[in-house]
């Protein structure tokens, strides 16, 4: 059986996109998607994501980590979808489809822009030394010195399996300030297993924990990624954060089709 696939990337982070609308793809086969995924043995990928006919809505984001198990938001994986059902002409520049956390409004511009509406977020668990919010998915956000040549897998992975966050585990974020509306991350990331250029639920993570922890006052963040830059807005009502956007680009790599 042959699969046509799409290869698109955000600042990075990359995913193998199916067209699912005709229902064809072995969903539960977690082996396939982890080999789909797989750097030298297949396509490769830091996740994949089926594009699926929704009754209410545009489409449906069905999302996989790279350990080929469906997982929680991806918010990269969502702003490439959006490009991908753009590019398939499901949608025009505008949409609303649904992911696993619910709702999400987003837009795209002739450069492959895309704005990608995420969850509002209430619940922020602020600590001494590290804060803990989810965005669609779980991260756990630290400041650290020395970003640049911090050991994001190991440090990553030990808290990711650490007394903290148990057998669902987290994504992993180290943090610099650079100024007062810009940050940068790195992040490791749970089901990928690894460092990843760029994640987007990541960074929409510490845009609102650097804001609601006072390391900055302002509601619209540049966010420094690996692979790329990303912005993150938001409107703070009384401890709580809605219209949270996240904005990058959105880029389409190449397509094929593989033999499985
Ligand atoms: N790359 C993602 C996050 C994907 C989900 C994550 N690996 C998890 O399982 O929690 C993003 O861009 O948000």
Redesign the pocket.
Known sequence: MQIEFYKYQ?TG?DFVMIDNRSNFFPKEDVKLIEHLCDRRFGIGA??LILLENDSETDFRMV?Y?SDGNQ????????RCLVAFANQLGVIDDKTTFIATDGLHHASVNKDSIVSLQMIDVNEIQKKDSYTFLNT???HHVQIVDDLEHYNVKENGAAIRYGELYGEKG??INFVKKTDNDTFSLRTY????EDE?L?????ATAVAIAMNATGETDKTSINLNVEGGKLIVSFDKENDGYTNVFLTGPAKFVFKGTIEI
């Open positions: 955000g982070n830091d996740g999302y980590n997982s929680s938001m991806c918010g990269n994986g969502g669609g998915s779980p987290s994504n990331e749970r089901g990928v990843t760029a994640c987007g639920t990541g």
